[in-house]
């Protein structure tokens, strides 16, 4: 049985759900893993309660500490780009943040790794993700810039904040074959990339204008 407060009433319905992935799907992911996912995953036990009523819009939130979480149709197309040509088996996702992008990922592949820089944020993201039984899923704290190298090779990382540059610890920490999604620039102009390793080196595909909060280093 499902708990009350997972499903939602009224803005939080399963029927708003279904709405907001008719929107994704009009605005061009295709990917029926990724659409159902999130169609079944509720995203407003991810934000405050005073917030909950929004969390199905098409926009990013606040989740504190300066963070948002991303809008949905970001959540999809990173998603649908790092499923792309395979079904990766391990992924590292740097910026664990509220943990809804951690969500689908758990339901989509085999094992996620998630780090985060901000102690508080992780420990309500353990919780929600707790909540929805989720437990495919490993938790760092600390600088993600580091990737997490006891892990490492994974054929699949995911990236939710953006550095000048692609830090060079996640490069050597994907697999050959692997597939990294990563925002690349500046606060004014962010390009999201999709890397892939080949045996020799790495091709590197830049794809959309975005806009994510900065990738720090260390940890609060
Ligand atoms: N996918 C998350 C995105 C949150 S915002 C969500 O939808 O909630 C980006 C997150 O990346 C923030 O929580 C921020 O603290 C974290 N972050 C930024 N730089 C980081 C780094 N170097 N290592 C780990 N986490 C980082």
């Known amino acids: 049985m499902i708990m009350p407060h997972l499903q939602g009433i009224g803005m939080t319905s399963q029927r708003i759900r279904e709405r907001m992935v008719k929107r994704l799907s009009e605005q061009g992911i295709s990917d029926s893993r990724v659409l159902d996912a999130m169609c079944h995953t509720p995203r407003h036990i991810f934000v405050d309660e005073a917030l909950a009523s929004r ?3 098409d926009t990013a939130l606040p989740i504190g ?3 948002t979480i991303s809008q949905p149709y970001i959540v999809a197309r990173m998603t649908e780009l790092l499923l792309h040509s395979n079904k990766p088996k391990k992924v590292l996702e740097i910026g664990t ?4 992008q951690t969500a689908i990922l758990a339901k989509l592949v085999d094992q996620v790794f998630s780090v985060e820089r901000i102690l508080p944020l992780q ?3 353990k919780d929600h993700l707790w909540d929805l039984k989720l437990k495919n899923i490993s938790f760092s704290y600390g600088d993600g810039g580091l990737g997490w190298s006891d892990y490492a090779p994974f054929d699949g990382i995911l990236v939710s904040a953006a550095p000048l540059s692609i830090p060079e610890q996640l490069l050597q920490q994907l697999s050959i074959g692997g597939v990294m999604v990563i925002p690349v620039g500046t606060n004014q102009k962010q390009v999201l990339q999709r890397v892939t390793r080949t045996s020799e080196s790495f091709s590197v595909e830049e794809l959309d204008i975005v806009s994510f909060v900065p990738f720090l280093s260390g940890k609060e």
């Not at 943040?97 to 809804?100: L, R």
Request: aromatic fraction near 24%.
């Open 55 to 57: 969390a199905y819009e």
């Open 97 to 100: 943040g509220c943990g809804y």
């Open 65 to 67: 500490f300066n963070q």
């Open 123 to 125: 420990k309500k993201a």
